[in-house]
Structure formats: C-alpha cells, structure tokens
C-alpha cells in the first residue's frame, strides 16, 4: 500500500477543522477556512483518539461480577476490571437491567446522563441512552444543565421566557450593540475564551472582530469580575469580591432611586413590585440602607466607583450583561433577578443596544445574528417515568434516597436510584464535591458507562462499553444556535479497538429487552442519518431555503445556510415595550416582576419575592474566612471543553497539575514562586495545582479551571489539579437548586 493521505472537514464542539488522514490514520488537524479567529484545541485530537486511556473492549468489574447479591458496591471506584466479549457483556448487562426494571421499576434507573459528549446530532450519546431507556419503559431523568439551572427557572419567573430561547434568539445581537450601545456593564466579564465552544459547533469566532469593532467606536467597556481576563482587552477592570455582585447592582440601585436618576414610567408601565423592592432598597424595614457605602463594604469596589458608574449607566443607553457563572454559585438566581431590576430601572429594556443579557461570552453564537432552525435530532420517545431531579441534585439523590427536598415551589420526594446508566457525560469532571460523590456512587447496585476513554466516571462504573469517538463513525453536525454551518463528519477512522457506536450497543441491548423494533425502528444508523437529513432538507425547502442534498453536501462537507433575522433579535421585549397589554410577557403579572408574588408564595428565605443580598455559605467576608483565607473560582478551561482531549493534555510536559492562578502579592507572603507545585485544600478535600503567579486576579482569589481528569493518592490528595475535590455542593436555593461550583473557599499551602 502506498503512502495514502486524505484531508476531510469535520466539526467539533470547539469549531470545524480539516482532518489529514495517512493511511487509515489520523495524523494531524488543520484550522477550516472559513474561521476567523480558529483556536487550536483540535490539534490534542489525534493523540487523545490513539491514547493508551482509551478503552479498547467492554470491561466488568471484578467485584460486581464475582459478587451478585452484595455486588461489592463499597469497592467501586478501587476495584479490577476484567475484559469481557461484547456478546457475552451485553447479555450480562441485559439481564441486569431487566433484573432491576423487574424487581424496582423503571423509575429506580437513573438516565440523566448530563454532559456535552460529541458533536454530531444523530450519535448525540445522552439521546441514543435517553431514547433507549424510554423504549424499555422509561428513566429517572433530570431538570436543567450545570451552566445555567438556576437561571433556567428564576428567568421564566421574571421574564416569562424559555432561558435558552432568551439568550439564541432574543437577546442584542453584536450588529444592534455596535451600533446603539454606550456602555456595556458586564458582570463576570464577556470571556474571549468560552466563547470558542458551543453546543454541536462554533464554526467563524467571531467575538473578538466585534470587541474590536466596539473599541474602535468608543464602546465604553466595564469587567465587574475577580479576573482581568475575564473580558477582552481594553475593557476596564472593576476587581469584585466573587458572590457578591448582588450587592454592588443593589449599591447601584440605590444611587438610581434616591438621585432619580431611574424611569420611573417604565417601572410602572411595564414593570411589577418595584413600591415593594424599593422598601427594602431603602432599608426601610431592616435599618439597612443598600447605598454604596454599604455595597463597598461587601463587594469592595469603592462607594465613589458604584456612584460614578451609577450616573454613567443612567444617562446613555447601556446594556447589562451577566455571565452565567454568576448563576453558578450559591443563590445565584440573585444576581440574574437584581440585574434584570437594574435594567428596568433604567428603562431600556426593548429599546436597541438596551436592557440586559446572558452569557454573551460564555459559549460561542450568543450575539450572532442568526436565525437558528431546529431540527435533525433522534426522536426520545416517551418517558414513561415522570420523576426527574434537578441536575446538580446527584449526590443528594444517591445519599438520601425517599428523602424530601424542595424545588420551585415543589416538595419532591428523591427516587431510591438501583441502576445508574451514565452516557456521553463525565460526573466525575463536572459534579461538586467529589469525594463526596464518590461515596454516594456506591450506593446503587449497578453503575453502566459507555465510554470511548478510562475516565473518572469510567473507572467508577461496573460495566463499561466501549464507544466510538465522532472521528470513528459519520453524522451531521449542526450547532444549537447561532451558527449557520451545517457539516457532514464524515468516518475519519476505523473504532479504535472493538469499540462501538452507542447506537449499535444500544441496538444490542434493546435486542436482548425486547424493545428493538421500538429502539431502532429497523434502520441502520446511516438511514436514520439519511432520514433526519432529508426531513431538515424539507422543512428548509418548505421555508424557502436552499439546502443541498445528502450527496451533494457530501462533496465538499459543509454548507451554509443564508443568514436569516439580522433584524434586532430582542422581539418579545420591543414587542411588549410597544404595547403591554397587547403583548403581554409570559409571566403571571404579564409584566417583568420585579415582585413576584408566585416565588414569595413559596416561602424561601433565601429568595423572597424580590432580589436580595444574601450572605452566601462561603465568601470572603464569612467566618470560614479565617480557616480558609482564599476563595477558589473554578472557570472553564481556555484550552479544551471540559475534561475532553484531557489524556492528550496531560501528557505535555508541566501541564499538570493544572496551573492555578494566584495573586503575586499573596504569592509572595507565602512565599511561593511561579511555576510551583502547591497544595489547595479544605474540609472537602485537597489537591496539587501548579502556580501561576499574576496581577490579573483579585488579592485573596485563586482560580483554577476544570477538566483535570479526577485522580487521587491513597490519602485522598487529588494529584492532577481538579478543583471539583474543593467546590461546595449545595443547591443555590430551594428555588434553582442550581449548582454551585463557584462558591468556595480554600487555604492553600507550599509543599516539601
Ligand atoms: N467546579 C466547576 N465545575 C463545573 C463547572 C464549573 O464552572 N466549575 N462547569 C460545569 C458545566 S457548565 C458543565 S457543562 C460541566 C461539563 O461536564 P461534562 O459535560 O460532563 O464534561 P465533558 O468532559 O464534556 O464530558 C463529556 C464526556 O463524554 C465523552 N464522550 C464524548 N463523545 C462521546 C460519545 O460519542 N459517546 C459517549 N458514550 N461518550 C462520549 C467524553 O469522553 C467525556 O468523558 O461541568 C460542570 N462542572
Ligand atoms: N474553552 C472553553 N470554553 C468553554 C467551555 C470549556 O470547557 N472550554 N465550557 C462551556 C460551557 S459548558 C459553559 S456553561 C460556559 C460557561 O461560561 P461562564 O459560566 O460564563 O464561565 P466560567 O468559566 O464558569 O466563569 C467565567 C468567569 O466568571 C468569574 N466569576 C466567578 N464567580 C464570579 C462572581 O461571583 N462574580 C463575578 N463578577 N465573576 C465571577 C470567574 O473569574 C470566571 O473566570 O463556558 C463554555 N465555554
Ligand atoms: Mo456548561
């Protein structure tokens, strides 16, 4: 055979990118064409598709195995697997599944299975698991996503809108910004960096043109965050305290109120509770005035700085933006409800360039002006269990089973969870508090995985299948939102070792339930591809735009769409603003509430009928303070999405432990140097990360990013860096029960 080389295009999560392929192997990846800005995380992919950690044939654990009635669950997570064949691991698997759907029903298996797995929509892994469990009978499922559950259900609250649908299709797109805006307020920044993934694709990264473009015009650009690099350069920085923005947009509002320098029509017209709010605003039930003296006292950012931008915000049109991180933090729904107050209070709510939005930089397509046409997804089926947690909930679930707990106004009751079936997430990168879910782990009889790596979860798994990567099997890619590309992935490779396809290995077991015909409706993968494309083909057809055929988008890979709607896209508000009454907003009140009598019904402390500060568990002003001097802020990592391509990452010499960012001037007391290894730690758990010493970050703030794969010593010390043995797992509130990752405090020590 001589020496073959193909290059195809493909799509990722991260952006679309040209793989060379020399015989049979996937050797390189270079930046697509049509990317503007391309970043370079795909060039971990050939070493992460060949990595020893990938899994090469189904695996038992060997305790599960030898053990069936007490299946040795205190072993999971430290026990040997065994290599099993595919036949023979399918029908063991099977018959689990049957066994516990027998003996505890369908809602004793739990199928939330949350995470980003690949793009691609018909092999969207947590789909395929998701329709399988359904065409045995159902699943324990679960409610909203670790990047924005609390927002998903104070939103709807406040602005009677889908929060998803807020922030594709209805928010400012760049175009009207640049055009109409002054200032940009923008708590926890507008980040360069989390803007280059998104949801099935992210194809031109277009983000930095348009802050350059905001510059250019004198865009005034203030970064409310613990981090410079937080927003683009040429921003100015306001260092704040993490936690505590609610009381700097509260310090903000009170200058508002009390020097009128707020639309009082538009609160009234448009608005609810503002009589309300303004009460407690004033202090007037709690002697406690929300003024800047007292915002600067919590927040530290200076009272004459809250004033300054508080009469700035209020004379120009001003958009406020707040990353979702902020949601990502114990009562995190605050800070969403304070700042969409503040946007009512300066009255530009509907008007262009106006009014508020979320997580502009948080993944790539927010802010584009594209019209975003659904489509091509693999049909669930039905769920025949209604039970479902709220996401983050998962060690609560698996800890106190039958137990009680509150969510949105519910007094739920948690399942008693038999089998856990994880596809195409990694709990073991993105939950809270590990070690202590690694306890709660052990409680079900039986953990299934399907997985193309030995990740954390993995190994924490008693049955394990081995799944193909996108790179080994063809699919069309197509983003959630804002992205106009639609790709063919072509099979780049042949399955890494004997791995398969969650379709074929779920086309195994439903075989062996008696649910294949339900589970596959007797089509191959390649027809339902055909299938789902032609039916998109169609409905664009129908609608007037053009859309090649499979064949032909075979040619070359992609295709654009045309750009539709570069009209401003915030409708519902420009549309109320115009009339109220007419296009009432989906609320109860059909006003924005800034007093909602709904959510001061339910009795929460924590979240009364309006936004308040509240102290949350763990900040810098809290008595743990003094144990724990550092609070940790665990961001997303600039250089992958999550914990993927991590086995390529690793290997780089001083990449790991992750490198964690520490102030110079608390570096220096401790008398830590750059680039040492130190240890992080509190009562949760401790870890190594490298030290990164700089004058981007808050005095007294540590920020280490996610994705290290979970790996700890015999004494419990977590060696590669992950921040998740730190973070504090509680829900924000009873209302999101979101959670609450950035909420933690740590000390931190030089090591010998
Ligand atoms: N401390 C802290 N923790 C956080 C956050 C934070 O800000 N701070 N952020 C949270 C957020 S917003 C998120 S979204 C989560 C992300 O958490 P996850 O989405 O769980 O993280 P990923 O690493 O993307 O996990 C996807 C897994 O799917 C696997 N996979 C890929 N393709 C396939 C496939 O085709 N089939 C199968 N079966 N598997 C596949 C990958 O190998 C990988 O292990 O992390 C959360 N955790
Ligand atoms: N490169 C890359 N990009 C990604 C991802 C990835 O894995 N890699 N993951 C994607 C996913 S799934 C999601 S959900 C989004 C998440 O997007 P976000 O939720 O917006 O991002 P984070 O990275 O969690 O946090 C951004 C910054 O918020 C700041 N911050 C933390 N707490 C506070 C606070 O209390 N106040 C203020 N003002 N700032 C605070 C921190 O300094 C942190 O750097 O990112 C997406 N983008
Ligand atoms: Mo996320």
Redesign the pocket.
Known sequence: MGNEQIKKITSSH?GAFEAIIENGKLISTKPFEEDLNP?D?SKFIPNAVYHETRVKLPHIRKGWLRNKETRNKNLRGDDEFQEVPWDEAIEIAAEEISRVKEKFGNQSIYGGSYG?SSAGKFHHAQTQLQRFLNSIGGFVGAFG????AAAQVIIPHILGINFLNLIFNFQNTWPTIEENTKNILM???I?P???????GGSTRHENDLWFKKFLNKGINLIN????K??APDGANWLS?I????TAFMLGLAFELETNNLLDRAFLKKYTVGYEKFKMYLLGENDSKPKNAEWAEKICGVSADQIKSIARKISKERTLITV????Q??QNGEQ?YWMATTLAAMLGQIGLPGGGIGF?Y???GGVGIPIKNFGGLSLPKGKNNVSDFIPVARIADMLNKPNTSYEFNGEERIYPDIKLIYWCGGNPFHHHQDLNTLHQAWKNPDTVIVNEPWWTATAQRADIVFPSTTSYEREDIGKANGGDNYIFYMPKLIDPVGKSKDDYQIFSELSKKLGAYNEFTEDKTAGEWINKLYNEFRSFLNSSDVDCPSLDELKDKNWFKLPTVGKEFAAKPFVDFRKSPEQNKLQTVSGKIEIFSEKIESFGYEECPGHPIWVEPDEWLGSPKNTEYPFHI??????????SQLECAIADVPNERPTPVLININDAKKLKITNGEIIKIFNSRGSCLARSLLTDN?REK?I?L???AWFETDNHGLEKQGNPNVLTFDKGTSRLGQGPS??TSLVNIKKID
């Open positions: 991260w970043n995380i980003w996503s670790y990047s924005t708590f926890g920044g980040n960096n989390n803007s280059k993934v998104s949801m409310i965050s613990p981090q690099a937080d704040i993490p936690g505590t923005d990353a979702w991180s902020l990502r933090a800070p997580g930089g948080a993944i802020v665990s961001p997303q990592p600039n250089d992958k999405l999550h970050i703030v920020s990013p996610t994705g990752a950035h």
